[in-house]
């Protein structure tokens, strides 16, 4: 594989003056043409630039056929184009070769693919990994089947659980409070679903063990800010694509170079990168080696025109405006009355924001503040967020933005809020 020119952009933050994301985007998103709908539930799904749809429905429409297998024009045309997209995910994500992205069908697959095709390999009775319940599911679920999996078998490896900081991040120093001589991998929440809050664990470099890995789930940072794998130090990181403009059932897995020898296939069969010995399966390589199967080839096709609108709005301003429309947000809500921020950035002691906030109103249940705020226009999730070790009885409101919300849009969304919780705004 040839190596690609990692992304320049930070990870975390915005270092210079980009230019405004233009309110025209708004057109080019064919499922916001009706203003007096507010689509505030971005974190649970984006919607898709006209790009994106077209590039879907193109692959249907013309030269449809399969990758990796034909010898005729459609196919070795088709391969070729799946072998750009690889490379330009590559270079968008900061990775240094394409051979360490992998296709799969979402941030939960490339989540189990790190269980089972490292986790079942590598770890040894007495192994630990540090995990935050408060995580997406698909970043707790995981680890917990693999325990259970290993403990089938004689092997029993130990979860220990962290906590959360009261702006939504990763607790760093409970985090090196629990770290021992048998931690393998540390995983965590780029920029946490519920609370809003980014971890870089930038504060573990020199002070743990290089030999520890480090997981990010990137779910929520792809589309919203510059993500550099490199600069995170990560060692895997996973993506969903519909989170960041492309279609459901795609996503994508990063997997450091240190990491290719130490893992065993995922989903073994067609295509699969491997091949029959008589002392076993043998490795062919990666990133063939977790993609078993035929790809989801509209989904990873979508991922294209999604990089090209980040890009060409420039990912620095996609940051700075969702950071705008949170402190907006913020601002509005700390005035209603019975209103109670759950962790994440309404705590923090500087001004930050990544489009995600979650509270409570008093005396209103989030599913019914959710139905009333639907009646009115806008679409926000509520429950418990798919957080495992959450109270499903209670659940919060999330408001999650993008680069298509806008200001009056807050606006409107706060006064809202305030009338139903009595202020008579």
């Excluded at 790809?295 to 301003?317: C, K, M, T, V």
């Excluded at 489009?355 to 249940?365: E, H, P, Q």
Aim: glycine share 10%; proline share 6%.
């Amino acid at each position: 594989m040839h190596p690609v020119r990692p992304e320049l952009a930070a990870a975390s933050a915005i270092r210079h003056a980009p230019t405004p994301v233009p309110a025209s985007i708004r057109t080019r998103f064919p499922a916001l043409a009706d203003p007096a709908v507010v689509y505030l539930d971005s974190a649970a799904t984006t919607q898709k630039p006209d790009t994106v749809i077209a590039a879907v429905t193109d692959y249907h429409r013309e030269h449809t056929a399969n990758a990796g297998r034909g010898t005729y024009g459609w196919a070795t045309a088709l391969s070729a184009r799946i072998a750009a997209v690889r490379t330009r995910a590559a270079g968008f994500l900061g990775a240094h070769h394409s051979d360490e992205m992998v296709f799969t069908s979402g941030a939960t697959a490339a989540l189990g693919a790190i269980a089972h095709s490292w986790g079942l390999a590598e770890l040894d009775d007495g192994d630990e990994i540090l995990y935050n319940p408060a995580d997406h599911a698909a970043n707790v679920l995981p680890w917990h089947h693999l325990r259970d999996t290993l403990a089938r078998f004689g092997r029993r490896i130990v979860l220990r659980p962290y906590r959360s900081t009261a702006t939504g991040e990763a607790d760093i120093d409970d985090i090196l409070a629990r770290v021992g001589p048998r931690t393998r991998l540390i995983t965590t929440s780029h920029l946490h679903h519920v609370y809003g809050g980014l971890t870089t664990l930038e504060e573990l470099h020199g002070r743990i063990d290089p030999e520890i890995l480090l997981c990010f789930d990137c779910s929520q940072s792809g589309g919203h800010l510059p993500v550099d794998v490199t600069a995170l130090r990560a060692d895997f990181a996973v993506f969903a694509g519909h989170k960041m403009f492309g279609t459901p059932g795609i996503g994508l897995l990063y997997c450091h170079r240190r990491v290719h020898a130490r893992l065993r296939p995922f989903l073994p069969g067609g295509n699969t990168g491997v091949r029959i010995t008589e002392d076993g399966l043998v490795t062919t390589g990666m990133p063939e080696l977790l993609e078993g199967g035929t790809h989801n080839i509209p989904g990873i096709l979508s991922l294209a025109p999604a990089f090209d609108l980040l890009d060409e709005l420039d990912r620095f301003a996609v940051a700075e405006h969702n950071r705008v429309l949170t402190l907006r947000l913020i601002d509005g809500l700390r005035e209603v009355p019975g209103l109670d921020f759950l962790p994440g950035p309404a705590h923090a002691t500087c001004a930050v924001g990544y489009g995600i906030v979650s509270f409570t109103l008093d005396a209103i249940s989030a599913a019914d503040l959710g139905f009333v705020l639907a009646d009115a226009g806008f679409l926000v999730r509520t429950g418990a967020h798919c957080v495992p070790s959450a109270d499903t009885g209670n659940g919060s409101v999330r408001v999650s933005t993008h680069l298509y919300n806008t200001l009056d849009e807050i606006d409107r969304f706060v006064a809202c809020v305030a009338g139903l919780a009595g202020d008579g705004r």
